[in-house]
Each structure stands twice: as C-alpha cells, then as structure tokens.
C-alpha cells in the first residue's frame, strides 16, 4: 500500500509548518485526483463568486454556518450540533448518567457533497462569539485559514484526500467544527430493490433495524434515522451519507453503560459470520459502544464518521475477528476509538488476526485512540490471541486524561490483560505478538494527554507474554507541553520481547535511547534504529 503519511513525515523532516500534499487515505483506483496548488484561501476583487452573507435562518445548529463554493456559487450546508465528552470536568471513567454535573459540552458538524473535481472553498460563519485565533487541523495539510470579518473565516480543502478537519478557534477543542464531505455516492442502490432498506433525506423513528442473510441499509445524504442496527447474518451492508442517531435510545447505566449498542453486528455471538461493510455512515449520541463486530471473518469498516460523548462509549470494537479492514474514518469518542480484542463473551473466544487499520483521524476524550488489547484472550482458559496486526497511516488528532492515570490510556496503545476476571475468576492473558504500527502523526495533543503507552496490567495469576512488536516512523507534534512522556511501556511482573522503535521522532529531535521522553519500566527489551 502507498504510504501517504510515511511521505508526509519526509515532508515534515524539512519543515513542520510546510503545506501538506500527503493524502490522509487513498481513494478508489477509478478516483482522479488532483494535484494540489495551494491550501490557502484569499478572497479576490474579480472572483465571481463573491461571498454576501446572507440572512441567518433557523436551522439545527446554534454553533456554526457552512458555505462551500460549488459550481453554482456558494451554497450554504446543513450544521448540526452533538454532544462530545469533557474530560477536564471529571476524575474518573464511571459517572453522571444524568448529566447533573454537566460534564459534556456541545460541538458541531457538517456532511456535504461535493464532486471535488479540484480543492475546494468553505467559509465557515462562528454564532455566537468572535472566530478569532482560527486553525484548521491536521497541522501539517499546512491548511491556512483567512479572516473575512470578526466571524467568518475562508479556507480551500487542498484534495479529496484533505477533506475530512476540525475547525478550531481559540484552541477550543470542545465547541469545534467537523467536516464530513463526500463525494456524491455512485454505488447507491435501488431504493426499491430487493434486500435493501432505503431511508431517504429528513428525519425517520426507525426504531429497531435487523438486516439478514445479502441485506443493505442505506441512509441517503440528507437522512436522520434515530434508531438501532443488528446485523444478524452473513453479506451484509450498511452505507449511505446519512446520520444514524441514538439521541432517542435510552442513555443509562451503573458502574458500566448499560445501553444498546447502536450498530451490533452479531449480536448472538453464538457462531462466526461472514463479510460485513459499514461504509460512509455518520454514527452520533450512541448510548454504549456504537459499532460492536463479534466473531467476524470478512470486514470493511470504510469512511465512517463517529462523535460519541458515552463514558464508556467505545467507536468501534472488533472483537475474536480475522481478515479485516478499518480505514479513512473519523472518530472521536470519550472511551477507545478503535479497539482490537479476544473478550470472554465472544463464542468462540476465537483469535483477532490479520487486520489492517489505515488512513484514520483519530479524536481521543478520556481513555485510548487506537488499542491493541487490553482484553487479550485468558491462557488459563484456553482462547484465542491477538496476532499478525498492522496500523499505519493514521493521524492522532487529540487525547486528554493520560497525565492523570498511570496505565494504558494513550492516544495509541497497546495493552494485556486477562479478558476478564470479574466472568472467569481470573486467569492470565493470552499472549500479543506479531505487531506493526508505522506512520503515525500525533498533532499536538492536550496537554493532560499521553501519546504512546505499552501496559502489562499487574493484577493477574501469573506472567503474560507481549513479542516481535514493531513502531515505525513515529512523529509527535507537541505544541502543548504535554506532561507526560512521549513513550511509555511498563510491563509490571511480566515481559515484552523483541520490542523494535524504529525512527521515532519527538519535535523534529529522534530518540535512539531510553530517558525522560522515552520510559521503559520492568522486564521489557527494545532496541532502536
């Protein structure tokens, strides 16, 4: 596979603040896509688009206006608002199912189509408050916004590649801005043909969706359903430029969530399916983990979008499954983002290998952005194990709270622990072997955050095993001071073989040896090239 980030990091090596020309995934093969110019956007005296702004009118968002320049001028975008997650407001991971210590805060986001025969201007419109201190992330696309007013600023998408960015201002990272442009779908079915489940533009109480043996869900650009997903059988797909909502799911809990999860694949898990797609969809207000895959050979998770603010409300769980497939999407979750794991209640308990998680942004509140484990499998049980691994390209946007938690909460994790006690009565973890994660780009994440963490959990029956684990062409972005070190593994009684750091670059200065920004704790063995 092309390495887009592996790219973007030479191009970092000569200059942080140079303009980006890397693609953040790679499009079909049929795609055309453009050379990019330039990424900066100044409004000039012949432009025959000028921009007016028209008279604001009541629409589902209190935070933001969109206008995209298209072919027939500037068109204004739908905005809508979600809830996303505070970390800063909260000490612990279990808590406040009622809201009554307000500890969430309200961002926006927009989905628009566009056939990005080239870059492509947005304006954005800030209600409510000054758009001063603008910054359009990722840092490196060099994308560079311009101020037209005290509340709107202009800025050019350089490619389809560069389309999907936070718009901040202020440094707010709470209140921000998510673009979610498409391309217009030329796979969309037959609304009418047998097997699919059509849902078109406005809103739809759905209620429970079931799909079985060659079915598809398509919820069309324009569309809400508010609503559940189970994919019960083999072949089955979901898609479509719409917005899955759980906003009308009952959001509840104790020392866990206990809501429904809004896209569950296999909910029996009482055997293995086969072939799954859950392409382009938006996934909002999930009230517990939002899309959960058991015991599936066969994956493609492509183009989703997710903000979820659930205090255990993992993106997406894959979970005793092969051969799949996560890339080009845009998560941002208060716990995991994107969870790789052997766990008790699969059946079987079976190994999670040969899969391939690529081209993502990645927005961590609390607990881990992308995590190999923690649940691993129990030895003493006899599961399987995760193996054979490989995360690159991907683009760690933001992740809070790791300064505070001395273990596995990271923006990029990998963790071992017995899957789990409190079901099996103990028991030691499965062993971890056989992973690569290279081009990885952290983008100056919070201050209270962690960047990378290796965790052996120290509360298990005997020693647990972690080998041939590869980290290649890391480059952390630190802007923030962040108040832990870049790198941190600690295998507590247990041991980590063959720990191979390959290129690892903190602020343009590359590690080659164990101290203050790079700690090895306990029985681990590493070396650097």
Request: charged share 20%; proline share 5%; glycine share 10%.
């Amino acid at each position: 596979m092309k390495s887009h980030i592996g790219l973007l990091l030479l191009v970092l090596a000569s200059s942080c603040c140079s303009k980006g020309k890397v693609p953040q995934g790679t499009p079909p093969a049929s795609e055309d896509v453009p050379a990019v110019e330039d990424s900066s956007a100044v409004v000039k005296e012949d432009d025959p688009f000028k921009f007016t702004l028209p008279p604001e009118k009541e629409g589902p968002s209190n935070g933001y206006r969109v206008f995209v320049l298209q072919e027939e001028g500037w068109q204004e975008m739908t905005v809508r608002d979600a809830l996303c997650s505070n970390a800063s407001r909260h000490g612990s991971i279990w808590n406040d199912w009622d809201n009554s210590k307000a500890l969430r805060d309200t961002m926006s986001f927009c989905i628009f189509e566009d056939r990005f025969q080239g870059p492509v201007d947005v304006i954005v419109h800030k209600l409510g408050g000054p758009a001063t201190n603008p910054s359009v992330r990722p840092t490196p696309w060099g994308i560079q916004p311009q101020a037209l007013d005290e509340n709107t600023i202009r800025f050019t998408l350089p490619s389809y590649n560069m389309r999907k960015v936070s718009v901040e201002f202020d440094g707010d990272r709470q209140h921000n801005l998510f673009l979610f442009p498409h391309r217009p779908d030329k796979d969309k079915p037959d609304p009418k043909a047998s097997g699919v489940q059509y849902f078109g533009p406005g809103e739809h109480d759905a209620g429970k969706i079931d799909l079985y043996n060659g079915q598809t869900l398509y919820i069309d650009y324009g569309a809400v359903v508010y609503g559940q997903v189970r994919v019960m059988s083999d072949n089955c797909t979901i898609a479509g430029h719409g917005i899955l909502s759980g906003e009308k799911m009952r959001h509840w809990g104790e020392q866990y969530s206990n809501g429904d999860i809004i896209i569950n694949c296999n909910p029996s898990r009482h055997q293995t399916l086969r072939n799954l797609t859950v392409r382009d969809l938006t996934v909002i207000d999930g009230p517990s983990w939002n899309l959960s895959i058991y015991n599936f050979d066969g994956v493609l998770v492509d183009g989703v979008n997710m903000i979820g603010w659930e205090l255990n409300g993992d993106g997406i769980d894959l979970v005793s499954s092969q051969n799949a497939e996560i890339r080009n999407c845009f998560l941002r979750n208060y716990d995991d983002c994107i969870t790789l794991k052997v766990r008790f209640n699969a059946n079987p308990v079976s190994d999670l290998a040969h899969v391939h998680v690529h081209d993502n942004l990645i927005w961590n509140d609390f607990a881990r952005g992308i995590v190999v484990g923690p649940e691993s499998g129990n030895r003493d049980y006899g599961t399987g194990f995760i193996h054979d691994v490989l995360i690159e390209d991907c683009i760690i946007l933001q992740h809070k709270a790791g300064v505070k938690n001395d273990d596995l909460r990271a923006g990029f994790a990998i963790g071992q622990y017995a899957s789990p006690d409190h079901n099996w009565g103990g028991g030691t973890a499965e062993r971890i072997t056989g992973i690569t994660a290279r081009n990885l780009l952290f983008d100056n994440i919070d201050k209270t955050g962690r960047n990378v963490a290796i965790w052996q959990y120290p509360d298990m029956d005997g020693t647990c095993y972690m080998n041939d684990i590869t980290l290649e062409n890391f480059t952390i972005l630190d802007g923030n001071g962040v108040m832990t070190p870049a790198f941190y593994a600690k295998a507590n009684q247990h041991s980590i073989r063959g720990l191979h750091i390959k290129n690892f670059v903190f602020n343009g200065q590359k590690i080659t040896n164990p101290g203050a920004n790079f700690v090895l704790s306990g029985d681990v063995e590493a070396d650097f090239q």
